[in-house]
């Protein structure tokens, strides 16, 4: 209760302080004519995406420069539905794997397989699904693109939280059990905060690579469907088809000036946000700033609006569900219970696995032969090779220049929209160029078309190692320069630890990233010329665009397998140390 003197000027006084704190300033004027802005733009996006789907024929995509603008809104709101999802299937899918070992004998192979099929594989099986879903209009369409865009982005961000679950530092895990917190405040108090910062930059990261992608989701040629949506991917593939390096260069614009718009509307301010969430015991020398965030903050309206929703979300996160303890007989026969459950879990999934793997012989010996395995097989292997290679080379490239803007949040802050804008960069860009170049040479195209590869590798090693760097304990770099330790005893004893888990995660989806770019950078075309390096992705391109599905599931059966056991035999070992040796406890 707040007890207010019976004086009319005191009255006034707190009167007008209470009104000067509630009042409308100039940050609430900008952050309201920034939201009505996005309503709007929003509200024109999702009624174009319900359009009849006879528009796609009577107005089709063209490279007319007044229609750009448009298409970059179209390409836009499917990149930020897709990301949505991605959020609320990591949150789920991502926890459960990190709660519960059943669930992560699943899920995890299950992840590990996923992120390996290629977004042309997703296509190949979703669009006539979505399409017969909503018969007649564009949303068809723009599902299926929405969902191939997803996973592009979703399996990074997965990987990224679940490996941050798994290193929770012991000693915070111990105190909020000794606070009696539940699983349901363990998670909004201490993990998801913890897991904030390398999910943030994770995001960026995803957000990028559906950019990547953009081109195969847009416009979309799988046998005879044939669904060509409004956008910027859309627009890219007609360029090239035409060889017209104008309209290329005015879509390569429209991107940069897009990733702009939303580095700094957006993930700018999510950064600053998300480093109250560091882990450390010291304040940092340096803060990432945002003016958005700053303007956020000041907006007096804004705010007091603002606090219903706040308590409303501060008591969600505070709400405690029953707790009751076992007695110490009961929890030994529930542990050999689990132990028995655990065991025939185990053989369920082994048994459906196997029922799946014959199924999917028995299908493809109907209609292909032993040379076709073959061939798969030796294009997997070169494939893989590439893959191995790309990595190795990203990883000594990108790890020490990751380190180095991890640590200065000032030119992080400046890097970072520059970062998104090459690892959005779509590699049908450059085929071109490099389809010119090797003509003109008489290059191999398996050898030298394999670079277009590092597109899809080294940004994921490069975001995960500024992730891992930003999250860097104050602390540890204060005790590390008082005891004078330099050069490669640093790396060694001090930096390489602390973002070993980052870069794990980083370059596990590498590993995925670089299969995925695999379909667009071994199969290259510049009008009617088309260069092939024979390989796992460009088998998979050419059975897609030809509607042949037993040599599409063949591919994506065999990339699988590679995938699955080069994790299985290399990260997922890595991953067991790092969550051992390697946690900041």
Sequence with gaps: MIFLPHNRNSLGEAAALARGRIAPNIYDTIAFALLVALLVLL??????????????????????????????????????AAIIFSLIFTF??????????????VIIPALDILQSVPVLGFLTFTVTFFMGLFPGSQLGAEC??????????????????????????????????????????????????FAAPGLVWNTMMSMSGG?????????????NTTAQLPGIGSWLALAIDKQDFRAVAWAVLAMGMLILLYDQLLFRPVVAWADKFRFEQTAGQEKPRSWVYDILRRARLLHTVGLPIAWLWQRAMLFRLAKRAMPAASTNASRRLSRALDIVWLGLVLLIALWSAVETVLYLRQTLGWNDVVEAFEGGLLTLLRVVVLIAVASVIWVPIGVWIGLRPAVAERVQPLAQFLAAFPANVLFPFAVIAIVATGASPSIWLSPLMVLGTQWYILFNVIAGASAFPSDLKEAARVFKIRSWSWWKNVMLPGIFPYYITGALTASGGSWNASIVAELASWGNTRLEAFGLGSYIAKATEAGDFPRVILGIAVMSLFVTLFNRTLWRPLYVFAERRMRLD
Excluded: C
């Design 43 to 80: 509200a024109h996006g999702a009624a174009g995406m319900h359009a009849p789907s006879t528009l796609l024929t009577t107005s089709p995509v063209t490279l007319d420069l007044a229609k750009l603008p448009e298409y970059a809104l179209r390409t836009t709101l499917r990149m930020f």
């Design 144 to 193: 299926a693109a929405i969902f191939a865009i997803f996973t592009s982005q979703a399996w990074n961000m997965a990987f990224s939280f679940y490996q941050s679950l798994r290193t929770i530092p012991g000693d915070l895990d111990e105190v909020s059990r000794g606070f009696g917190l539940t699983a349901w405040q363990r998670f909004w108090r201490l993990e998801a905060p």
């Design 211 to 223: 950019w990547f992608f953009v081109v195969a989701s847009e416009a979309i040629t799988v046998g």
């Design 92 to 105: 789920t899918v991502a926890t459960l794997a990190a709660k519960s070992r059943r669930a992560e004998m």
